[in-house]
């Protein structure tokens, strides 16, 4: 059984991950290969770095994570069902996958959400209006499941991917400081 179980493997998923993975948890991420900056010509609004194409920030993030110790999985999620100390997490091509904390950071893929009871609108914050938000979740992702987080703009924040990044990160250090009974820090060197 997994620790972590991160379903989209866009900017925030990939963020969740590096910070579980590098914390030791064992951590994957499954990843459609939906994600929606991989059509962006120019990031050029990520503090730090001056100017970078979407699927280049995706593979430098996806890297990181893997190099952290994360299994990467190509997949989708076909369902998920709520189990008493862990989630099953079934894809499409029938590979069933066990966690302990499931964080769900695909702004695509809604349907998972429904069937667990979740209420969806629009998220206001996205111009476009073709992005959802979860209802009744805390800022910090964590819903009335136990272990079952949502990120970014399914979280209903907005659609920057330094924010995306940030609560990704955010959500990976709330699964890390709950693991270790203290806050979880991880520095520089």
Known sequence: MLNVLVVGGGISGGSAAIYTAQGGL???VIDSGKS????VSKVFNYPGIKEITGPELLGNIKEQAVAAGTEWFEGTV???EQKESAFEVSLADGRK???KYLVVATNIQTSILESLGFELAVNEKVPSGKIKKVLGIDPDGKTHIPNLYITSLLAGLSSQSVIASGHGASVGISIMSIETGKSYMWHDK
Request: charged fraction near 25%; hydrophobic fraction near 30%.
């Open 26 to 28: 064992d951590t994957a």
């Open 36 to 39: 929606q900056i991989k059509q």
């Open 78 to 80: 076909q369902s998920v």
């Open 97 to 99: 996958l066990e966690t």
